[in-house]
């Protein structure tokens, strides 16, 4: 079943529509609010979870805007022909340098994606500060297979996470085929663990080298 969103350009319309709204709505942050990066990050995502619904219009059939911290996405929508959609939002200043953000757990998506039916989205919205104001300079809204893996990299974290090398510098392919992109993660594990095991080993060999010095150290007794 062909998917409306993904396999035309209608996703590219949700980019626009989205930095449009945000750029209309210069009455969310503060002088204080502002000076956080974080705070305008968490402001951008709960104007976005509120309003997406509406942003989508017609294409939404059943939306969904609230989700705990350690959830798959912040806010998940469902198409008409039954598509799930679970959309990670992601926030971008783009004055700062250091940008490599978590995107989901590949245990996780492995296990999502055994669904034909459901996406993992990356809602990605890049902006600068001007004075008091978030004006967005671009907004990317994409399936996780659009990602290029020169631009994605494995975190340690858990079993792995994929995370984004820097939010300003993403390659897409749109149409990517999700087949092939999964067997390039798993290809990608297959080599990463390893060097995780590696890594495991050559730290036990520390600690036991340190326990080993401790024991040979006489107990202070006074």
């Known amino acids: 079943m062909d998917n409306e969103l993904f396999d035309t350009n209608r996703y590219q319309e949700v980019e626009q529509k989205v930095a449009a709204y945000l750029n209309s709505r210069q009455d969310y942050l503060s002088v204080t609010t502002v000076k956080s990066t974080r705070a305008v990050g968490d402001a951008i995502q709960d104007l976005i979870a509120g309003n997406f619904k509406d942003i989508l219009g017609d294409f939404c059939a059943e939306y969904f805007g609230e989700f705990g911290r350690k959830g798959l996405a912040d806010l998940a929508f469902r198409d008409f022909k039954g598509f799930y959609y679970a959309v990670d939002v992601k926030n971008h200043r783009l004055d700062t340098e250091f940008n490599m953000p978590n995107?989901?757990?590949?245990?996780?998506?492995?296990?999502?994606?055994?669904?034909?039916?459901?996406?993992?989205?990356?809602?990605?919205?890049?902006?600068?500060i001007i004075e008091d104001q978030a004006v967005v300079e671009k907004v990317r809204f994409v399936p996780i297979e659009f990602l290029g893996w020169d631009c994605l990299t494995l975190g340690a974290l858990g079993e792995g996470q994929i995370q984004i090398k820097k939010t300003s510098n993403l390659t897409l392919h749109p149409g990517y085929s999700r087949k092939t992109w999964m067997i390039e993660l798993c290809d990608k594990l297959l080599k990463f663990y390893p060097k995780e095991i590696s890594k495991i080993q050559r730290r036990i060999k520390e600690f036991e080298a340190i326990k080993t010095y401790w024991e040979s150290q006489i107990e202070d007794q006074t």
């Open 103 to 128: 995107l989901t757990s590949v245990k996780r998506l492995a296990a999502f994606y055994k669904d034909p039916q459901k996406y993992f989205v990356l809602l990605l919205v890049s902006y600068k």
